[in-house]
């Protein structure tokens, strides 16, 4: 056999990373921790695209809402049709009618602690309208700081099965621990794409929630001073 039949016959170096066969030549639990990172990556960018789109929706529906609420000319005939609206806003509103006709319904008014009252449930709402919009942050949170860790714990895993196949074949060559030693690495590398997204976008929503939780306070806060006014008035 002349040496162009050998090198014909001799398989071919990959020439690029495969991702697929990287999974599925690598170990077992090194298999289960990159399905594990795949799948909060997926997740994450579910809540990425979600949230994006949640908050879009309200700030315009907030912006809508607030400029009629602050334009109408019947007030009660406006909160009996969007007083029960699917908005913060409108539930701040509503928490701080509902307190202002309770306080206001006894005969002997209480007008400092009726001011009082009316901030606290306001400020309460607004409290829970903002936990509801980050609930689902937490995700991200958590992804963008285990992520790594989990890679890098697929990435040990690897590397130790690598060695374990240097004592069992008794050989230290290159081409017995170099495709051990790739689908370890690419454990963290699957980690880092998983936390990256993850912490750029818990850092983003975090403002955007605390922009819209400072939007929501400045309106319950315009609100309270409307109806000190009416207080002072009766």
Known sequence: ???????????????????????????????AVMAGLVLASIWTWMIILSFSLRMARLKR???????EF??????????????KADLPSARVAAAGVAEWRHSTAAKVIDREGT?????????????????ELSDRLNFLATVGAVAPFVGLFGTVWGIMNSFFQIG??????????????????????????????????????????NAFEARLQRFADRFHTSLSRELERG
């Open 70 to 83: 602050w334009t109408t000319d019947d007030f009660d005939a406006f909160m009996r049709a969007k007083g």
């Open 115 to 131: 001011r009082q009252r009316l901030a606290g449930v306001m400020e309460s709402q607004i409290a829970h309208e903002a936990d």
């Open 61 to 67: 529906s907030a912006k809508s809402y607030e400029d």
């Open 168 to 209: 069992a074949q008794e050989n230290s060559s290159l081409a017995v621990v170099a495709p051990g030693i790739s689908e370890a690495l690419f454990a963290t590398a699957i980690g880092l794409f998983a936390a990256i997204p993850a912490v750029i976008a818990y850092n983003r929503f975090s403002h955007a929630v």
């Open 1 to 31: 056999m002349t040496l162009l039949t050998l090198l014909a016959a001799a398989p071919s170096a990959p020439q690029r990373l495969d991702p697929l066969e990287l999974f599925l030549q690598a170990d077992i639990v090194v298999q």
